[in-house]
């Protein structure tokens, strides 16, 4: 959620903020705005809408300067209109703030600057007021100084970036459970929500740490920590480049980033296997000892992250023997869940940065618990506060609408689930050689379903206005269903929900009537022939039914469904997710573009969710 990027040193900043505004636009908006200091003051355009609406304002009213920010804003307080808008202005116009995040005090702190004339209804406008009154304060701090006093009274989350027309070329940054990066190189200072924004300028960063703020000036910045200390951030390298931030000939991320997985699913099974049957994770700061103690798993994720629990759930509980409970991660600290030392916390993530996965994995760790990080992104602020890291190769992924980082998260919990197996003494060397050595098979059998979606295609311009869509699986095929429901809605807003099969006759089939269609994802498992007969139930009240199958199920589902679309039997049964979720990955794409939707920027999401 909202984007940040801030530049300083460079001839004309502006055009360096644009451009990584572009970069950070996946993000989710719904207005942007840039501000730039020439000379003594502060110049500020920002609009409603895309970023596009924005180019138009500076070509009608250009802005220059060697400093400046950048914002995409995602509406919390107050509509999304000009007004609204980042960035804010103090009265006096010579203090600018954008911010990520909440301020959750921003009532209390308004009323005491009573008087004072607002001119938006945010919560951000606030911090520009009292930076200005800081600064007019009779010590008269610098800049850094007046930031770290007004953010010591700040409660909520934040990452603020801020300039005045006192300190020219300086912006002073500040970091509270709310991602923020900073980098110099050539001469130039960089600040940024996300790495995406630099990578054109810089492949090495460093993330602040919550309570850290930096002072970032041409080609330097200096940390200090809350009490005004020198402070290290958490410098990391990226491990990848401008052109796999691009579309490459794609007509958009999300169908690029779909084509991007058998390279994906290969890069994340890669390096977790010593030659001699024994599993190795990433980065792992736990005890084996203590791995082997545990007693019960809890997984917390949201979202697409959730389902792929799911999947790591049956996994760690058929290999590890250890019970495994899959949590909303925005409900888990909020119902005193049972946790202690023998309790082992896994966290997915696409970003590491999803706040509510992250209170509840800190939630966890403060009642004693290990806690493993599932995540894409090195140096994520989850990665970081872990006890292990598991990270996904997935490389990065643009489209709102996640694909390559679920099956790597997939993948990633099949080698979870084999690895606490071998701490648990629950698998020989032997098992789980032969188990990584059928799953090194599994991204050519995801470059064959990728590569030929005509039947997907079909089966898109078939049903693409159906006004009501059910998805129905078992035991795999359930995690799928449900990604299979929130991948449709998110990205073609049609009416779609999942339902465990074996519940229809509890309520869910009373939705049953001509004309909905329902999908069912029935691959040849060991709980095939129950879902056989789910689809017969369906098809006998009128629905239309398309179904997943593998090869090995095929023949049997096509009696049943109007469309069956094929995927290779998976080389072991907890690995068939991988595969039955690429056709309904590509089906919601499909129907969105037939339906004229922004595939990659949905209406109303973001792809990061750092605010509760």
Known sequence: MCGIIGVTGRPSAVADIVAGLRRLEYRGYDSAGVVAQAGDRLGVVKRAGKLDRLVEALDGS?????????????????????????????????????????????????????????????????????????????????????????????????????????????????????PLIVAARDGVGFCASDVAALIEHTDTCAALLDGQIARVRAGAVEVVDADGAPAEPDTYRVDWDLSAAEKQGYEHFMLKEIHEQPT??????????????????????????????????????????????????????????????????????????????????????????????????????????????????????????????????????????STKAFTTQIVAGLLLGLYLAQRRDRLFPSEAADVLERLAVLPDLVRRVVEDDAAIVAAAERFRDVGYTMFIGRHGGLPIAYEGALKLKEVSYLHAEAFPAGEMKHGPIALIEPGALVVAVAPDDHVFPKLVSNVQEVRARGAAVLAVATEGSRAALEPHADVVLTVPDAPLELATPVLTVLPLQLYAYHVAVLRGADVDQPRNLAKTVTVE
């Open 62 to 178: 250009p802005l220059e300067g060697a400093v400046g920010i950048g914002h995409t804003r995602w509406a919390t307080h107050g509509a999304p209109n000009d007004e609204n808008a980042h960035p804010h202005l103090d009265p006096t116009g010579r203090v600018a703030v954008v911010h990520n995040g909440i301020i959750e005090n921003y009532r209390a702190l308004r009323a005491e600057l009573d008087g004072a004339v607002f001119a938006s209804e945010t919560d951000t406008e606030v911090v520009a007021h009292l930076v200005a009154r800081e600064l007019d304060a009779s010590d008269g701090p610098d800049l850094l100084e007046a930031v770290r006093r007004v953010v010591g009274r700040l409660e909520g989350a934040y990452a603020l970036c801020v300039m005045s027309d006192r300190e020219p070329g300086t912006i002073v940054v500040a970091r509270q459970q709310a």
């Open 264 to 401: 994906a699913v290969r890069e994340t099974l890669l390096g977790h296997d010593d030659g001699a049957g024994n599993v190795l994770l990433d980065d792992l700061r736990i005890d084996p000892a203590v791995l082997a103690r545990v007693d019960k798993v809890f997984i917390l994720a949201a979202g697409t992250s959730l389902h792929a629990g799911m999947v790591g759930k049956l996994a760690i509980e058929h290999w590890a023997g250890v019970p495994v409970d899959v949590e909303v991660a925005s409900e888990f600290r909020y119902r005193d869940p049972i946790v202690d030392a023998r309790t082992l916390v896994i966290a997915y993530s696409q970003s590491g940065e999803t706040i509510d996965t992250i209170a509840a994995a800190e939630h966890a760790r403060d009642q004693g618990a290990p806690v493993i990080a599932v995540s894409n992104v090195v140096g994520s602020t989850l990665a970081r506060m872990a006890d292990g890291v598991l990270h996904t190769r997935a490389g990065p992924e643009v489209a709102v609408a």
